[in-house]
Each structure stands twice: as structure tokens, then as C-alpha cells.
């Protein structure tokens, strides 16, 4: 594009916000990504925006890494296309940021403003047609599959061209390519011929499209006892992870991480400490967890926007794994931070405020979050499924009145909250029991029903009445009972009463208590 056809900037923030004036001829959608070309003492760098609203000429954007150095008059450049989520085989490994930028191709220490390295340029991975020259296909069909760090991944018909067929001209030869490399090409029509690669490419901020979306049956498995024994979680289910300061929310993410039944995690650290998330993710390399994460890193020095966005490119990313027939755990640390920096932007922009100041479009942006979760059939006919386990830091350790806390309560499967009060006896993971406290919704007899089934197949009869029996036993020794020990001494309490004050004990600090070095733990 000639400089004098570009859109011009006419204002900007040290909020990450700019207005720019469009050209007569330029009619870009809202969500466009928007490139701003600077040079600084010599470097050339291209910072990156999308566009969230538009008035007649002007449009308004928000840049991922800040307006500093933009000025008035300055250039800015529609790209023709939404934010783009690149996935792949052999991704797991991989540490990128929010905006999909390689932090493992960055130089030096710290992340270069406005440079971008894409994490897919070195990948390599081992291709088998399933497929055949002659075959018609539609959207999501299985072309062949790929194979990389031990794990086989569909590669499928383009899902951008959903109910239409096309005719296989070309595969490759068995063997190992680039994951940018050609390796079939597809007649849609006389005048197009795709050629396909094995990277997928879809819109961060549009959900990928599937068959049928699938109830949540079968229980995903932690490897936590306290979780376990006690609650049922859901491969495909939506849970939240509520704890203050000091509770152990990122070592029991952790442990999901490493225990729990699935193919693949991704991990979004959304405006983490720099120092914490390289603990995190150095752990996460002691644990040996990278041969199976893709880590998705948005510190909290970094624009609001970039959080924010952080988490969608976290859930595309999934979405795309899912579709290459991996079942993914998706931890986010912190959905707080996100609305944080969405409650920061909306306050430049001026929007109205809603409770505790977020937006209130926070609800809606959350739901959609929540919503690319959850167990369904892709468009190849095959099952996957992406469970999300989301992290809420509650403002002043109030988990009853946070925003965030309460909306997040509402879409989710269920509620991990730990306590304070727990954690001070030095009991992890520090889950709290009792009312308002941790629940899973499967108190539906439906639902109750095929879990029971489940269960029983696997000469595990009553485990669900087991769990019911041992979280109502430790509510209540933590609760009104360990109050009425307190007042009346153990001595002038019913024999009952005091013997499930001693059960709750007793699940708590041995049943629930584990050691990663023990054989019947590991």
C-alpha cells in the first residue's frame, strides 16, 4: 500500500488507544488487525491493533503493546483480516505470547517491541496420507495424519469451507515436511485449488465450527484425592479455581496439569508476575509437563489489551488442537487479570461501568469464553473435548462478593475454592468444603445417572455416594462441628457428632494428604 492510500493516526493514549481517519476507499470490519510501521533510532518495528469501533471515517484501536511513539499523521495499515490463530503439530513445548509471537525466538531477555516471531517456523513433523488422490472431501475429513513428540494428530480438509466438497488432486509421500510444507492440494472449483499444509489457521476471536456439541459424561481424572474422592469433575466440563494469596491456586494447577487424564494442556498465564511466571514455567520443565504444554505468557507489564487477548488466543488454540483429535485441559491463571485489564480499557474508552466498574458486556465475554470449552463431535465425525479449569483471584479474598468470582460461577460446571482457613493448618490442596463453598453440578439425576454407569462398569459402585459422604463429613468437622467442640469439649458431645468430627479429621489430614514421591501417589 502507497503511503498516500494508508489511514492516518489522529490521536493516541498511553492506554494502548488510537484513532486513525480511513481513506474514501478503505472500509475495514470491526476486529481488523491493524499494523503501525515505525522506525526508532533506526529499528524498524510494526506494532500490532485491532479495531473495536468504527464512526463514520474514524475507527478506534487498540494496540497490544502500547501508543508509545505514535504521533499524529502517522501511518496505519488495515490488513484485510481478523487476528489469526496459527496451530500445528509438535506445538507442545512451544512459549508464545498472548498475540501468538514465539518468546522462544525472541533475542536476549526480554520481549522486543514490535517484533513478532512466528513459533512455527521450526517445526517439523512426520506425514501419512489416510486419504487418496480421487477422493472428495468436505470440511474437518481426514486427509492423513501427523506424527510428532509421540503423539498422532488428524490433519483434516480446510474448516473455512464448511458444506462444500472438494476433490483431492495431490498428497504427499509418507515422510517428514515442515509444518508449512504443502502436503495435499484441493479443487473446490475450476478456479480454486487450496493447497493445504499442516498448520491450521482460523480467527482468534471466532469459535471453530462443530458437528454437535456433546453433554459432559465421563469424569476427568486429577489425581488429587481431595478432588477425586470428593467431586466429580468432567472431561469437557468448565470449572473455576477460587483462592486467594497464599491458598496454592498455581501448584494445584500444576498438579492438574501433570495428573490429570488428558492429551495436551495449555497454559495462559494472563498478567502474571514476570517472576512468577518464570517459576511457573521453569516448574513445569522440572515436572517434565513441556512435552505435553503449550504455554500462552501475557505479564502484567504488558497493555491490558495483550491480556485480554491473551486468553482468546488460549482458547483458539485449544479449539484447534481439539480438531486435530486431541482431548486438551486448558488452565487459565487469571481470568481476574483478564477482566482487570478489560475493566482498564473500557474506562479509557469510557464505556459504561457496570458492577465493581467492569464493563457490562463482562458477563457476555466471559460466557463466550466458557462457551469454546466443553466435550463435542467435529466436523471429521470423531469425539474431542476441552476442558477449562480457570483461575479467580477474588479482590480482598472475598469469593461471595468478587464480579468476577459470581459471573464465573454461574457458567461454570463447577467450583474448586480454596480456603484461607485451610491453608493456614497447612493442609493442600487447600480445598474448602461446606455451603457456598466447592460444588460440582452433577446433582442432575440425568447426569447423576451416566456417572453412576460409568462408575460401575468399573466395579466402583456408590462412589458417588462415597463422595457425597466424605466432602458433608469433612464440611462438617471443619464447620458447625469443630464450633461445638469448642463450647461444649469433646466430652459433653454426642458420641455421633463426635465421631464424624473425628471421620472429617481423619479424611483430611491422612486420606486427602498425598506425597508425589510415594509409589501409590505417583
Not at 484513532?19 to 475495514?28: D, F, G, V, Y
Not at 505514535?70 to 506445538?91: R, Y
Not at 477474588?394 to 463447577?414: K, L, M, N, T
Request: proline residues 4%; aromatic residues 6%; hydrophobic residues 40%.
Amino acid at each position: 500500500m502507497q503511503p498516500e492510500q494508508a489511514a492516518r493516526i489522529i490521536s493516541a493514549n498511553t492506554a494502548g488507544i488510537a484513532e486513525i481517519r480511513l481513506t474514501p476507499n478503505q472500509a475495514p470490519a470491526v476486529y481488523e488487525m491493524i499494523r503501525f510501521p515505525l522506525d526508532i533510532g533506526g529499528r524498524a518495528i510494526e506494532l500490532l491493533g485491532e479495531i473495536t469501533e468504527i464512526e463514520g471515517d474514524t475507527a478506534i484501536v487498540q494496540l497490544y503493546e502500547g501508543a508509545e511513539a505514535l504521533s499524529v499523521g502517522g501511518i496505519a495499515l488495515p490488513t484485510g483480516e481478523p487476528s489469526i490463530c496459527q496451530v500445528a503439530p509438535g506445538m507442545p513445548g512451544i512459549r508464545m505470547s498472548g498475540v501468538g509471537s514465539s518468546l522462544d525466538s525472541m533475542p536476549g531477555q526480554h520481549i522486543p517491541r514490535g517484533e513478532h516471531f512466528s513459533p512455527l517456523d521450526e517445526l517439523r513433523a512426520g506425514f501419512e496420507a489416510s486419504a487418496k488422490t480421487g477422493d472428495r472431501v468436505l470440511a474437518g475429513s481426514l486427509l492423513g495424519r501427523a506424527h510428532a513428540g509421540g503423539l498422532d494428530y488428524r490433519i483434516n480438509a480446510p474448516h473455512d469451507r464448511w458444506q462444500r466438497d472438494g476433490l483431492i488432486e495431490w498428497l504427499a509421500a509418507p515422510g517428514e515436511y515442515r509444518v508449512d510444507e504443502t502436503i495435499a492440494t484441493i479443487r473446490y472449483s475450476q478456479d480454486e485449488l487450496r493447497e493445504v499444509t499442516m498448520t491450521s489457521y482460523y480467527p482468534v476471536r471466532q469459535p471453530r465450527p462443530v458437528f454437535r456439541r456433546l453433554r459432559a459424561m465421563r469424569p476427568l481424572f486429577t489425581g488429587k484425592r481431595a478432588i477425586d474422592s470428593s467431586m466429580v469433575l468432567l472431561e469437557g466440563g468448565k470449572f473455576i479455581v477460587i483462592g486467594g494469596a497464599g491458598t496454592g491456586k498455581t501448584w494445584f494447577t500444576q498438579d492438574l496439569a501433570k495428573y490429570s487424564d488428558v492429551d495436551l494442556v495449555v497454559l495462559v498465564l494472563c498478567g502474571e508476575r514476570s517472576g512468577e511466571a518464570t517459576e511457573v514455567v521453569i516448574n513445569y520443565q522440572k515436572m517434565g509437563l513441556m512435552d505435553r504444554t503449550v504455554v500462552i505468557l501475557n505479564t502484567s507489564a504488558q497493555s491490558a489489551q495483550a491480556r485480554g487477548q491473551s486468553v482468546r488466543f488460549g482458547a483458539a488454540v485449544c479449539e484447534g488442537l481439539r480438531d486435530m483429535g486431541m482431548n486438551v485441559l486448558m488452565i487459565v491463571d487469571s481470568l481476574s487479570r483478564q477482566g482487570q485489564g478489560d475493566r482498564e480499557t473500557a474506562g479509557m474508552l469510557g464505556k459504561m461501568p457496570g458492577k465493581q466498574s467492569f464493563p457490562v458486556d463482562m458477563p457476555s465475554v466471559m460466557a463466550a469464553t466458557f462457551e469454546r470449552c466443553g466435550r463435542a463431535t467435529c466436523l471429521g465425525g470423531f469425539d474431542a473435548s476441552i476442558t477449562g479449569v480457570m483461575a479467580v483471584s477474588p479482590d480482598g479474598d472475598d469469593y461471595e462478593g468478587d464480579a468476577i468470582a459470581q459471573v464465573a460461577r454461574q457458567y461454570a460446571d463447577g467450583t474448586v475454592i480454596l480456603t484461607n482457613k485451610v491453608a493456614h493448618r497447612g493442609y493442600y490442596p487447600a480445598v474448602g468444603f461446606g455451603a457456598g463453598l466447592s460444588t460440582s453440578k452433577t446433582t442432575g439425576k440425568e447426569r447423576r445417572d451416566d456417572l453412576r454407569s460409568f462408575f460401575d462398569q468399573r466395579n466402583l459402585q456408590g462412589w458417588i455416594e462415597l463422595g457425597d459422604h466424605i466432602a458433608d463429613t469433612v464440611a462438617d468437622s471443619e464447620g458447625a462441628l469443630t464450633d461445638q467442640i469448642k463450647v461444649l469439649t469433646a466430652k459433653r458431645m454426642s458420641a455421633e457428632d463426635y465421631r464424624r468430627y473425628l471421620l472429617g479429621n481423619v479424611y483430611r489430614r491422612a486420606f486427602f494428604v498425598q506425597d508425589s514421591g510415594h509409589a501409590i501417589d505417583q
